[in-house]
T-cell receptor, first 115, second 111 residues
């Protein structure tokens, strides 16, 4: 149980393109979803926390207009990287939690490459 | 953001040797979680500690939460090659609504 599906798994696109990444909890209701960014050989950096039906809470230094997060239902959150540039190239990974005291379940991540 | 120190950064052990990773926070925590990430994979939940001084065991893994709720450790007894991966402590801050990953300890086990 507790499966989180994230797609696409890999995106390669031109600079200036907007890219949408989906994160779905398949067999449980995710009251909270988290979006992370992971650089090579480094830890996961929390970008934002989103609760269903409310605005996402962004971490310091993360531009909310650059990284648009929507959590419209208890099973789906999306991250849109707007007007992506090469410096946005990274591994983005989402997680979902069924509520307070519950562990995070991670998707398989999306490797974004901006040319 | 939250200051999270995890040591060591890397650990190479011979199969059968023990392994410990430590996690230290600059502030008092609500809870701490531990995750394992295999190469090329996503983090997988191992355990959550909530109470001061709590100790939990999972087979060869022992997890401990400090009395002051500012530090934690993960100890693996008699490592096996299947233990290879990066172990992250994840600090819970506030009312379970923010989680910060430690820097991770990459474990390599030589057969």
């Amino acid at each position: 149980g507790a499966v989180v599906s994230q797609h696409p798994s890999r995106v390669i696109c031109k600079s200036g393109t907007s890219v949408k990444i989906e994160c779905r909890s398949l067999d449980f209701q995710a009251t909270t979803m988290f979006w992370y960014r992971q650089f090579p050989k480094q830890s996961l950096m929390l970008m934002a926390t989103s609760n269903e039906g409310s605005k996402a809470t962004y971490e310091q230094g993360v531009e909310k207009d650059k990284f648009l997060i929507n959590h419209a239902s208890l099973t789906l959150s999306t991250l849109t990287v707007t007007s992506a540039h090469p410096e946005d190239s990274s591994f983005y990974i989402c997680s979902a939690s069924g509520g307070r005291d519950q562990p995070q379940h991670f998707g398989d991540g999306t490797r974004l490459s901006i040319l | 953001g939250q200051q999270v120190m995890q040591i060591p950064q890397y650990q190479h052990v011979q199969e059968g040797e023990d392994f410990t990773t430590y996690c230290n926070s600059s502030t008092t925590l609500s809870n701490i979680q531990w995750y394992k990430q295999r190469p090329g994979g996503h983090p997988v939940f191992l355990i959550q500690l909530v109470k001061s001084g709590e100790v939990k065991k999972q087979k060869r893994l022992t997890f401990q939460f400090g009395e002051a709720k500012k530090n934690s450790s993960l100890h693996i007894t008699a490592t096996q090659t299947t233990d290879v991966g990066t172990y992250f402590c994840v600090l819970g801050v506030g009312n379970f609504n923010k989680f910060y990953f430690g820097s991770g300890t990459k474990l390599n086990v030589k057969p």
